[in-house]
């Protein structure tokens, strides 16, 4: 069955740099979205890239996607103290199924 | 904006008693899930409903499950008798397709359950 694994697990960083997230998959699918949850808290999406699409830009976000390596990336420019939370990415195959695919999570600390 | 809500956002069960976890999605959605999320784990999918039946579920889903939409704002989650193992955050999604392949889903807040 499809699965995300995400890495890292967990990343550090200083307010004002950048963090990169990468979600790896298994099998062909119709979009990849990215939600972001605050401790013990709801999902908050992010952004939806379409398989067709190769990047998305939204704010201080940007996502990109590599279907021939059935890979996605998250980058969060100029972090903020806000920014800390687990990334989650999601997967779905489209056509009659809906469900989502969640991965594993990074657990994103920003020091101030 | 509109957002999905759920209540309670903590409930304690002692093992073996029913519980129903409630949801009002976004008014204009057409599709509802549950999800869940055991403490350190993944989210896990399990069951998606629309026009009044469900549509797809997962293995979770066992017959101690069921959804239902009892009127034209909420959805609720019932487990039959709860297990120690039921024990997660729930989380209610829903979804506009019309007609679109590929949608957003928004997530409620969650409810914390515990038994006991």
């Known amino acids: 069955s499809q699965q995300g694994e995400e890495d890292p697990q967990a990343l550090s960083i200083q307010e004002g740099e950048n963090a990169t997230m990468n979600c790896s998959y298994k099998t062909s699918i119709n979009n990849l979205q990215w939600y972001r949850q605050n401790s013990g808290r709801g999902l908050v999406h992010l952004i939806l890239?379409?398989?067709?699409?190769r990047e998305k830009h939204s704010g201080r976000l940007r996502v990109t996607l590599d279907t021939s390596k059935k890979s996605s990336s998250l980058l969060i420019t100029a972090s903020r103290a806000a920014d800390t939370a687990s990334y989650f990415c999601a997967t779905q195959y489209g056509g009659a199924t809906n469900k989502l695919i969640f991965g594993t999570g990074t657990l994103l600390a920003v020091q101030p | 904006e509109p957002e999905v809500t759920q209540t309670p956002s903590h409930q304690v069960t002692q093992m073996g008693q029913e519980v129903i976890l409630r949801c009002v999605p976004i008014?204009?959605?057409?599709?509802f899930y549950w999800y869940r999320q055991i403490l350190g784990q993944k989210v896990e999918f399990l069951v998606s409903f629309y026009n009044n039946e469900i549509s797809e579920k997962s293995e979770i889903f066992d017959d101690q499950f069921s959804v239902e939409r009892p009127d034209g704002s909420n959805f609720t989650l019932k487990i039959r008798s709860t297990k120690l193992e039921d024990s997660a955050m729930y989380f209610c999604a829903s979804s506009d397709r019309q007609g679109r392949i590929q949608e957003t889903q928004y997530f409620g807040p969650g409810t914390r359950l515990l038994v006991l």
């Open positions: 008014s204009n959605h057409l599709y």
């Open positions: 890239i379409r398989s067709n699409e």
